[in-house]
């Protein structure tokens, strides 16, 4: 549904998000595959870390994305250092659980303000890059919470359930210009945000996995990267079933 990616010698990448976890583990291995990696994050100190890996091949670019000047000064520094860019990958986000007896809307507030906003403010001055070009890839990490509602999810669930809506309506829109769009949809991933839950979370895999399965799904074009697939098949079946089915089926396994 896209173009492929499959050699990814001297791209120009930005990762944002790249300091832990997947956003983090897709950078070094980006970077072990010849590309040019921008890496953004709210630590520096993280992000040198994974810098020193290919120091010659790495910028780094400290960022909040909730500063829309920060995150507008480190667009033009990649324009300004490469005279371009090929892939924007969007990783960074919030995560904390929250369920209706402890509902808190400026904790939602927040959960949209990076999650989604993260993401617009992002995307404000990487389109118009792309389309003036007709050429590039823009990769969104949402979240198979996004697919319906699950417990504990309150906060983080709506936002992941935008990102999904707006990957779908950006392919629609940039598919006709050569412009890639490509969704990712992680199951349960070893990372600090993970790390917090109370809960066991099936099919746990390590962030490096969840980078190479990311990136065999950039080489075959596809649109939706889902994972690890034991799992997120059962995910996208309780997706398609009636709410009467689906409701008792998720306190039956969440116990909740």
């Known amino acids: 549904m896209n173009t492929p990616i499959r050699d990814w010698s001297r791209l120009r990448v930005w990762v944002v998000g790249a300091s832990t976890g997947i956003g983090c583990a897709l950078a070094a291995e980006l970077l072990r595959s010849g590309a040019r990696v921008a890496l953004s994050a709210r630590t520096p ?21 909730t500063d829309a000047a920060g995150v507008r000064a480190a667009f033009r520094t990649c324009l300004d250092r490469w005279q371009g860019l090929d892939v924007v990958f969007h990783v960074a986000g919030t995560y904390e659980p929250m369920r209706a007896v402890d509902f808190d809307a400026q904790r939602l507030a927040r959960h949209l303000d990076v ?35 699950l417990p504990k999810a309150l906060a ?47 099919a746990l895999i390590e ?12 080489a075959r074009g596809e649109f939706e990267i889902h994972y690890p697939t ?27």
């Not at 962030?207 to 950039?218: C, I, N, S």
Request: glycine share 10%.
């Open 207 to 218: 962030p490096e996995e969840a980078a190479r399965a990311t990136l065999r799904g950039l």
């Open 115 to 149: 999650n989604v906003m993260g993401v617009a403010r992002v995307l404000d001055h990487v389109l118009p890059h792309f389309t003036q070009h007709r050429s590039g890839h823009v990769v969104i990490v949402a979240s198979v919470a996004g697919y319906r509602g």
């Open 156 to 202: 983080y669930g709506p936002t992941k359930a935008a990102l999904i809506n707006l990957a779908e309506g950006l392919y629609l829109d940039l598919a006709p210009t050569g412009i890639g769009v490509h969704l990712v949809n992680p199951g349960f991933v070893r990372t600090p945000l993970t790390a917090g839950n109370d809960f066991e979370m099936p």
């Open 45 to 65: 100190e993280s992000l040198e870390a994974v810098a020193g890996t290919s120091p010659g091949n790495a910028l780094v670019l400290p960022v909040d994305v």
């Open 230 to 256: 034991r799992f997120t098949r059962w995910l996208k079946l309780l997706r398609v079933l009636p709410y009467s089915w689906y409701f008792p089926i998720v306190h039956r396994i969440t116990g909740l």
